[in-house]
């Protein structure tokens, strides 16, 4: 796997059909009340390549409903972002109101230019800090860099999200593809991005982690 390619980096997708104007659409629905979690992230979250309806954070909604939980989830992905242009959005993605959780899906860019892991790992540090300031619970979700850089690279890329885990004591998802990288028939025509079916098992490993942490969030 990894990387995302940038398609329209013009702003955030949503779970549903994006807003002419996402900054006002969150000003309004801060008053609303519904608990959200924003899904902070690349194409991979924005979902290239897929009807904004079966992205996996789509998925995630629709699942929240199915259980009975009235809560709201806010695509913030944007395709070709790195962790620094993820960071330059996060003040916009936590302020969205009403935020309890934040899935901070950032990395696989930084992998697939070789950017120096030490500068990502600050960058998601720093959004990971803004989001605990804000008293948001964060799933961070793990990436893996590709092999062309070599096992060196490969190893301290995929460190960084553990070692943020300890440092911060988030929650954890080791790697967000699992089981849908490098699998053909689950990912689209590009190999990196997922289908709808990968895009689906990809929403079932996260619910898996994001279902406990909704529970903590509303007791």
């Given at each position: 796997m990894t990387a995302c390619g940038r398609g329209d980096a013009s702003k955030p997708a949503a779970a549903t059909p994006a807003p002419a104007n996402p900054e006002a659409a969150a000003a309004a629905d801060a008053g609303t009340g519904v608990p959200k979690i924003v899904v902070l992230g690349d194409s991979l979250t924005a979902g290239?390549?897929?009807?904004?309806?079966?992205?996996?954070?789509?998925?995630?909604?629709?699942?929240?409903?199915?259980?009975?939980?009235?809560?709201?989830?806010?695509?913030?992905?944007?395709?070709?972002?790195?962790?620094?242009?993820?960071?330059?959005?996060?003040?916009?993605?936590?302020?969205?109101?009403?935020?309890?959780?934040?899935?901070?899906?950032?990395?696989?860019?930084?992998?697939?230019?070789?950017?120096?892991?030490?500068?990502?790992?600050?960058?998601?540090?720093?959004?990971?800090?803004?989001?605990?300031?804000?008293?948001?619970?964060?799933?961070?979700?793990?990436m893996e860099a590709p092999p062309n850089f070599g096992p060196e690279y490969t190893v301290s890329f995929r460190q960084v999200y553990r070692d943020l885990a300890r440092q911060y004591k988030v929650t954890l998802m080791p790697f967000l593809l699992d089981e849908v990288a490098g699998v053909a028939s689950l990912n689209q025509a590009d190999g990196i991005h997922p289908n709808v079916e990968g895009a689906r098992i990809v929403a079932e490993h996260v619910w898996a982690v994001l279902k406990p942490m909704v529970d903590a969030a509303a007791s």
């Amino acid at each position: 796997m990894t990387a995302c390619g940038r398609g329209d980096a013009s702003k955030p997708a949503a779970a549903t059909p994006a807003p002419a104007n996402p900054e006002a659409a969150a000003a309004a629905d801060a008053g609303t009340g519904v608990p959200k979690i924003v899904v902070l992230g690349d194409s991979l979250t924005a979902g290239l390549g897929l009807d904004p309806s079966r992205t996996y954070p789509a998925v995630l909604q629709d699942k929240l409903k199915a259980a009975g939980y009235k809560w709201d989830v806010v695509n913030a992905g944007v395709s070709g972002d790195t962790s620094a242009a993820g960071l330059a959005r996060a003040d916009w993605a936590l302020d969205q109101g009403h935020v309890r959780i934040l899935i901070l899906e950032l990395g696989a860019n930084d992998g697939l230019r070789g950017l120096p892991p030490a500068e990502m790992k600050k960058n998601l540090g720093a959004i990971i800090e803004r989001a605990q300031d804000k008293g948001i619970a964060v799933l961070l979700a793990g990436m893996e860099a590709p092999p062309n850089f070599g096992p060196e690279y490969t190893v301290s890329f995929r460190q960084v999200y553990r070692d943020l885990a300890r440092q911060y004591k988030v929650t954890l998802m080791p790697f967000l593809l699992d089981e849908v990288a490098g699998v053909a028939s689950l990912n689209q025509a590009d190999g990196i991005h997922p289908n709808v079916e990968g895009a689906r098992i990809v929403a079932e490993h996260v619910w898996a982690v994001l279902k406990p942490m909704v529970d903590a969030a509303a007791s």
